[in-house]
């Protein structure tokens, strides 16, 4: 994968098992458009969190990466129609849809994490992270490199 330092990067939660294989045999994840974070659409990659609680000694970590394709927004019932009667059955998701899966080597380390549901990161920080805390903060002078352009208006 060929990218600018600067490309928006999604970190996504892997909620199960059925998620991962969706994403890697029908390329495709689904996030719920109220939840999804400002900036977020804007994301040319997405990279996956697969928590310790699902996904037992996989877990803790970030494995997966994908470049995003499209956006695409739909009801629930139409992307998940055998769930057609769940109580969310009418809220809209994105459906956003992915290249192939990249594992990324080493993977990204939870360490002492909070839950999360996304964290809007950049290209370069995805590449340079040993640990989940590392996709959030630069230096003091790239966060307020970073502010002073979004107020600009030159970064989504």
Do not use: N
Request: net charge positive.
């Amino acid at each position: 994968m060929h990218t600018d330092p600067y490309d928006t990067v999604l970190i996504a939660v892997l909620k199960s098992a059925q998620d991962l294989r969706r994403a890697q045999k029908e390329a495709w994840y689904r996030i719920p458009v109220a939840k999804l974070p400002p900036r977020a659409s804007t994301a040319r990659y997405i990279a996956f969190y697969q928590p310790a609680g699902v996904f037992g000694s996989e877990g803790g970590v970030v494995r997966y990466l994908a470049e995003v394709r499209d956006w695409e927004m739909l009801p629930r019932r139409e992307l998940l129609p055998a769930e057609a009667g769940h109580p969310r059955a009418d809220v809209l998701y994105y459906k956003v849809s992915l290249g192939p899966l990249q594992r990324l080597t080493p993977p990204i380390r939870c360490g002492r994490w909070k839950r999360f549901a996304f964290i809007v990161t950049h290209w370069e920080r995805l590449q340079q992270a040993a640990k989940m805390r590392d996709l959030l903060h630069g230096s003091l002078w790239q966060e307020r490199l970073w502010g002073a352009l979004r107020r600009a208006g030159l970064l989504e």
